[in-house]
């Protein structure tokens, strides 16, 4: 079954195309855990995105914003702690922000008006949610006209489970094993002889340092 799904997936990139999506604005919802930060990039580089193209004027947009809200600590609940929602407003109605983010700690961006870039660079409708890989590519998208249903969250489930890498921490190199080899690459972000990775921060710190060396090594120990 998952080599089926495998195969889904990879026809569902070739119809989609290969082209790689990127945005970095201020995160305005003051109840997101990356509030004041700028994502997607660089503060959710290293997760699978979905990203809802709305407006911040009407109950019923907001409703659907807190079902993804609760949709999205479903999905980490289930084990995809590498996986955010971010909603597309637009900076013209700004002041419906509070509104809309009521029920919601999911990131909540400004597309720029009257360009809008993200809209046009995501070739996005109105409610569309664009499901997005690690790597910036397009996986597939929905429309959420008539709100966020199970028929949807059962499709992104299934999506998920053929395109999510689950991160085991400690993992520095990404080779599936916590060794040597990991406290050494860290040992070098450290030193500057290596370019510093957010995988590396073991304490969520925001900081590469010593405390992260020492916790590594206390996985290995404790293996």
């Not at 993200?118 to 008539?146: C, K, P, Y």
């Not at 949807?152 to 299934?158: A, L, P």
Request: aromatic share 12%.
């Amino acid at each position: 079954m998952k080599f089926i799904n495998a195969i889904a997936i990879s026809l569902l990139f070739i119809s989609t195309g290969f082209s790689q999506l990127e945005y970095s604005y201020e995160d305005m919802n003051t109840t997101s855990p990356s509030h004041g930060q700028d994502v997607w990039n660089p503060f959710y580089t290293e997760y699978i995105t979905f990203h809802y193209i709305s407006t911040q004027g009407w109950a019923g947009w907001t409703a659907t914003f807190g079902q993804l809200s609760n949709f999205q600590q479903e999905l980490r609940d289930e084990g995809y702690e590498n996986v955010v929602i971010i909603a597309v407003g637009q900076s013209n109605i700004s002041n419906f922000n509070g509104n809309f983010t009521a029920s919601s700690d999911c990131p909540l961006v400004m597309d720029p008006y009257p360009g809008l870039p993200i809209r046009d660079q995501f070739d996005g409708l109105h409610r569309d949610l664009i499901m997005v890989d690690f790597d910036g590519n397009e996986i597939t998208r929905f429309n959420l006209s008539a709100g966020l249903t199970n028929g949807y969250k059962n499709n992104i489930r299934g999506i998920l489970e053929s395109v999510y890498v689950f991160v085991i921490p400690g993992d520095i190199n990404e080779d599936q094993i916590v060794n040597i080899l990991d406290v050494i690459q860290t040992v070098n972000m450290v030193l500057g002889t290596l370019p510093v990775d957010e995988i590396a921060d073991m304490n969520g710190d925001g900081f590469i340092n010593v405390v992260d060396i020492i916790n590594i090594v206390n996985i290995i120990l404790n293996q």
